[in-house]
């Protein structure tokens, strides 16, 4: 990818940490957590491919997505290693730099997704479609979309954070995030490249697999297969918490990633 990704930072000393979103996501999510953070480390938070304000690509691919990742942590912070914490999307991004780049990943954290084959995310089209059949020409307020998105969407965090891609430029109201590929790579973007990772690929460094009980994205089937490619990994599942951990439960999200990081911080 030529043009880089749009990122934010935070902090002025410690070790850096690459925050990355899940879909529909953008890098400002983790603000939260990463605020909490800056004190002692650097974090970085980045708009991944067709999501925010980073460019829009010709297709899904999670290699390219890890390799977009991968340029940026490499030209902001020459010769140092990260933390990669990851999301969802995000999640399945961080982990795929931390196995075809370790020398560059410290730590890794996984939040509510595994290294598994998901198929479509049946509930992510119904979200998609009534993006784009929202008539952006009502749209007036940030009222208005929240009314109009009550429509298709009852649960009004969820319907906050997809209204987060909703911009308003010269032109009026205009979806950020790039609805048609997305709604074209739903297959993709449930998948897992088994079969593109380098054989035998593994990264052995310290790694947090962190879950929520209400989530169906961790399950005891993925154990095997996470614990194949990441031997060094801890598992915490938040009690009460859905797929959105760091949302729903920000405190102990925050406490658990902290007390992973300082402890194996060198």
């Known amino acids: 990818m030529s043009d880089r990704l749009h990122t934010t930072s935070l902090g002025t000393t410690g070790p850096r940490i ?12 983790w603000t939260q957590i ?11 938070l980045f708009d991944l491919p067709n999501h925010g304000r980073s460019p829009w690509t010709a297709d899904f ?6 390799g977009a990742v991968i340029e940026e942590l490499e030209q902001t912070a020459p010769g140092e290693r990260w933390r990669v914490l990851g ?27 595994s290294p598994v084959d998901y198929g479509a995310h049946g509930e992510f089209e119904g979200y998609i479609a009534g993006m784009k059949g929202m008539p952006l020409a009502e749209v007036h307020s940030r009222a208005d979309a929240d009314r109009l998105a009550a429509q298709w969407v009852s649960d009004p965090g969820v319907r906050a954070f997809l209204l987060q891609n909703l911009r308003r430029d010269d032109d009026g109201w205009r979806w950020q995030v790039n609805l048609d590929l997305l709604e074209r790579s739903l297959r993709t973007l449930g998948s897992w490249p088994a079969d593109r990772l380098p054989p035998g690929a593994t990264y052995d460094g310290p790694t947090l697999w962190v879950s929520g009980t209400l989530s169906g994205y961790v399950k005891p089937a993925h154990v095997a297969a996470m614990r194949t490619l990441f031997p060094r990994v801890r598992s915490v599942a938040v009690k009460g918490a859905g797929h959105w951990v760091h949302s ?12 992973f990081l300082d402890a194996d911080r060198s």
Not at 61 to 66: F, I, K, P, T
């Open 18 to 29: 690459a925050f990355l979103h899940g879909l529909f996501g953008q890098g400002k999510n």
């Open 34 to 44: 990463a605020k909490a953070l800056a004190a002692d480390y650097r974090p970085t």
């Open 61 to 66: 691919d999670y290699l390219q997505m890890a």
């Open 87 to 113: 999301h969802s999307m995000g999640g399945k991004v961080a982990m795929l730099v931390a196995l075809t780049r370790p020398d560059l990943v410290e730590q890794l954290v996984v939040v509510d997704v």
């Open 248 to 259: 729903e439960k920000p405190d102990v999200f925050l406490t658990t990633v902290r007390t």
